[in-house]
């Protein structure tokens, strides 16, 4: 395994001056990948020199995480403040932010977390792996209010030090009007689906005109997403053309122009792979940059192909999962 030196990947400055990593690790196996599998490519992955993970509670693996991070920290390979440890309050624990957090600061062993999201904007629960077509008859549509209950918790551990900073995830840019101007700590990101075919320009501008770094997951168009995600109009980014060609002119793996695309076009971008994870962060260092007209072809792979849908957290009398995602630009109750 080769090292990539952290301080030669960029960073991107937030909003209170701080900065994060271009690229961090993702840790959502997916339901295909086991916890000791992405503990072990987590392990691999500081020891090759990523920074930043992107972590989760529902995924079910912060507990080995948790261990690979203190073993790094005691063999010396890494000190805690080196490293970048997102993670994210899962939908059942809504009203219980504090216990959640410290949670997952218990089973990542990391004394604070660096960036803490809300996973979802509702509390709309569904098990681990469940079917698409399931189902939680408690399931509501969002409101300002419920969102606020949890935001304000976030803003609590803030204060208290537990979180240095607050992300939003899956949000919209109704949800972002009604609740931005309630919060007392703006947030410092906002993890949202962005990759060649589903660029979401419109969301992502709105975040850079309020100073709210985007974050994107399924940079690569997740080819291993759980099957629940998986519908037959459904593209593969990394098949596109425009994607081949460019790859093809550099020499290198479709992933590699989608990952240098992300960064190129303002991202941050945290891909998961449990074998290709030196590769990824490689890209970040290593090649060259995309020409603005390879830049501008991959602008016209754009097709609106949403590959998480969010079926799972539907409510009673919501139509389908377009009702998610507030696409007639008010929130849809």
């Not at 990948?33 to 989760?56: F, N, P, Q, T, W």
């Amino acid at each position: 395994m080769g090292f990539i030196d952290p301080k030669t990947v960029p960073v991107k400055v937030l909003n209170d001056g701080t900065t994060m990593p271009v690229i961090g690790m993702g840790t959502f196996g997916s339901d295909r990948v086991s916890a000791e599998d992405v503990a072990k490519a987590v392990a691999g992955g500081i020891r090759c020199g990523y920074r930043m993970l992107d972590c989760a509670a529902c995924y079910g693996n912060e507990k080995n995480i948790g261990e690979v991070i203190a073993a790094a920290i005691k063999e010396g390979v890494v000190k805690r403040e080196d490293l970048y440890i997102m993670t994210k309050v899962w939908n059942n624990m809504h009203n219980d932010v504090a216990t959640a957090c410290k949670q997952s600061i218990a089973d990542l062993q990391c004394d604070y977390v660096d960036m803490y999201f809300i996973h979802w904007p509702f509390p709309n629960y569904h098990a681990p792996g469940c079917d698409v077509d399931s189902r939680n008859p408690d399931s509501v549509p969002f409101t300002a209010e419920r969102f606020m209950n949890t935001y304000r918790q976030c803003e609590e551990l803030v204060e208290a030090g537990l979180i240095k900073h607050i992300g939003i995830s899956n949000m919209t840019i109704p949800k972002l009007e009604a609740t931005l101007p309630l919060m007392k700590i703006k947030p410092a990101t906002c993890e949202i689906e962005i990759h060649p075919c589903f660029q979401q320009k419109e969301l992502f501008d709105y975040l850079v005109a309020h100073d709210i770094q985007p974050v994107g997951y399924m940079p690569l168009g997740s080819p291993r997403r759980p099957e629940r995600d998986i519908c037959p109009e459904d593209i593969a980014d990394m098949d596109m053309p425009e994607i081949k060609a460019i790859a093809e002119a550099h020499g290198v793996h479709p992933a590699t122009v989608c990952l240098k695309w992300a960064v190129q076009n303002g991202q941050v971008t945290i891909p998961f792979s449990c074998h290709n994870y030196e590769g990824n962060l490689k890209a970040m260092v290593d090649g060259d940059d995309l020409t603005d007209e390879e830049m501008a072809s991959i602008a016209t792979c754009e097709r609106g192909n949403r590959l998480v849908k969010g079926q799972v957290f539907l409510w009673a009398g919501a139509k389908d999962w377009h009702d998610l995602w507030d696409e007639e630009g008010f929130i849809v109750k």
